[in-house]
C-alpha cells in the first residue's frame, strides 16, 4: 500500500468522524508531519507513512521537538493506524 492511499484514507475517515484535517506545509522548515487534524477536541500532527517505512532523520528530531512543547504528533502506516486514531 502507498502512502497516498493511507493519506486519502485518513482524510475520509477524518470527515467522517465529524472532524476535518489540513495539509501541513512549512515552507523552509523540513521534517513537519504531513497533516494537522482536529477530531474530537484535539489537534493531532499526524505523519502518513507507507507501511514497513519509517520517517526520516529530520522528521524524527521535529517529531521530538513538537512533542517537547505539548504537541501530539503520531505516526501512522496503516489504515489500521488511521481506525485506531479515529476510535480512541
Request: net charge positive.
Amino acid at each position: 500500500m502507498r502512502e497516498s492511499e493511507i493519506e486519502r484514507y485518513f482524510v475520509k475517515r477524518v470527515k467522517e468522524a465529524g472532524g476535518f484535517s489540513f495539509k501541513f506545509i512549512s515552507p523552509g522548515v523540513r521534517g513537519v508531519p504531513d497533516r494537522i487534524a482536529i477530531l474530537n477536541s484535539s489537534v493531532y500532527f499526524v505523519e502518513l507513512k507507507a507501511p514497513e517505512k519509517v520517517p526520516r532523520p529530520e522528521q524524527l528530531r521535529m517529531h521530538k521537538r513538537m512533542r517537547a512543547h505539548g504537541a501530539d504528533v503520531r505516526v501512522l502506516s496503516s489504515k489500521e493506524d488511521v481506525d485506531k486514531l479515529i476510535e480512541d
